[in-house]
């Protein structure tokens, strides 16, 4: 076995090793070159792939902050993600992963690099974490001195079962307005979104801007946003971020913006939909049609 840097001509491999690997996930072109290539952050030192007679047996893929966003770069200087990692199922218990994540952590170590994490990565991420499903992997990572630092559920919605509630109907949003952002939104939308929540937050909203019609709706009130909420911004089937102005909320407000996004992916042809990466245990559970719920652990070790 040796091991080499992640580059295209590795691409269709690494994907399929993946998928194969990955029995709870599907990974598609377009998802792992965003989390890769895509991703201005990217750098090959940190993606390593291991090869048993010229094919793929397993890889890891990392990254540090070093360019996106330049808000964030100086204060995660020391920090480092995981992004996806896996073995072909027949290479397993063959020290493979042990090789790969031993040259990565040197190579983290020599860069001042301080903490790892799994692998809440906002913007060019995939997964948030670790799906406890994989309990090998958990193992693993466990052996290795990696811990939980925090955990956070995805929804898995079927479109065919959603509809809006009647409840919504009755709900009175006067004074407030929702509508579908526009183009000459752009600006407002990134500035305000950054001040209320986070840059990162404001980074995927206007993704959505990349659009024909962006991916996005917004609350306001006499002309000020006071909601959004954002979807198919980084994957067609992702449901979020969505956010409401603290005195806004208990409204009723965030669950229209929730409910007119989904809706929207449904008239756009989408047969699922994903919210990730949340914590929200009891707001999503009023979507209809919910068909599984996966539990994610985020994980970190400190590197000596």
């Not at 992997?137 to 065919?160: M, Q």
């Amino acid at each position: 076995m040796r091991m080499v840097e992640f580059a295209e001509e590795l691409f269709n491999q690494v994907r399929r090793v993946a998928n194969l690997s990955l029995c709870e996930d599907t990974i598609t072109d377009w998802s792992l070159r965003r989390i890769t290539f895509e991703d201005p952050n990217y750098s090959s030192k940190y993606n390593l792939v291991a090869l048993k007679n010229g094919d793929v047996v397993g890889f890891v893929l990392a990254v540090r902050r070093l360019k996106e966003p330049p808000e964030v770069v100086e204060a995660q200087r020391d920090l480092a993600w995981i992004k996806l990692f896996a073995v072909r199922e027949d290479c397993r218990k063959m020290g493979v992963a042990t090789a790969l994540f031993d040259e990565l952590e040197n190579r983290l170590k020599e860069d001042g690099v301080k903490r790892i994490r799994i692998s809440d990565y906002p913007f060019w991420y995939l997964f948030s974490g670790v799906d406890l499903k994989y309990e090998d992997a958990i193992d693993f990572l466990s052996l290795r001195g990696f811990r939980k630092a925090g955990e956070t559920v995805d929804y898995e919605i079927d479109l065919l079962r959603f509809h809006i509630p009647k409840r919504l109907a009755s709900i009175s949003i006067s004074p407030f307005t929702i509508r579908r952002a526009k183009h000459e939104d752009r600006e407002t939308v990134f500035k305000w979104i950054k001040t209320e929540f986070s840059v990162f937050w404001a980074y995927e909203a206007d993704a959505s801007f990349k659009h024909t019609d962006p991916k996005l709706w917004i609350a306001e009130e006499n002309g000020k946003i006071i909601g959004f909420a954002v979807y198919g911004a980084l994957e067609p089937h992702w449901f979020g971020p969505i956010g409401v102005s603290t005195e806004a909320r208990s409204k009723g407000i965030g669950s229209i913006l929730l409910f007119n996004c989904l809706k929207s992916m449904r008239e756009e042809g989408q047969r699922h939909a994903v919210i990730p990466w949340t914590s929200h245990l009891f707001f999503y559970t009023q979507v209809p049609g919910i068909t599984r719920i996966r539990h994610y652990w985020i994980m970190e070790k400190k590197l000596s």
